[in-house]
């Protein structure tokens, strides 16, 4: 069966970095399209970044040039490198396979991670 593990979240004072990864299996994870959420108390579930098979990506415009989501193939794993980090970034970050909806020409998130906890306080 699909398994998304997350690992990497923690405390950090503000401005500073820290790296999630997300380690997949019982999917060909080349493949697949992979993106990474974040849920803040009292929010919704928002998406923060998505990258395709072929290396694209897209991001929130909230983390536009602070995070990062490369990708490893050869170990079925894909990170998100987050800098720069505020508070308003304090949340549980999900890992997501996407898939792509042709006739909403959208992509939804259809497995997820059990999520990770990073709060962004001093």
């Known amino acids: 069966q699909v398994q998304l593990v997350e690992s990497g979240g923690g405390l950090v004072q503000p401005g500073g970095s820290l790296r999630l990864s997300c380690a997949a299996s019982g999917i060909i994870f080349s493949s697949n399209v992979m993106g990474w959420y974040r849920q803040a108390p009292g929010k919704e579930r928002e998406l923060v970044a998505r990258?395709?098979?072929?290396?694209?990506?897209n991001y929130a415009d909230s983390v536009q040039g602070r995070f990062t989501i490369p990708r490893d193939n050869a170990k079925n794993t894909v990170y998100l490198q987050m800098n720069s980090l505020k508070p308003e970034d304090t949340a549980v970050y999900y890992c997501?396979?996407?898939?792509?909806?042709?006739?909403?020409?959208?992509?939804?998130?259809?497995?997820w991670g059990q999520g990770t906890q990073v709060t962004v306080s001093s």
């Open positions: 997501s396979r996407e898939m792509y909806n042709g006739g909403s020409r959208s992509y939804y998130a259809d497995y």
């Open positions: 990258i395709s098979s072929g290396g694209y990506t």
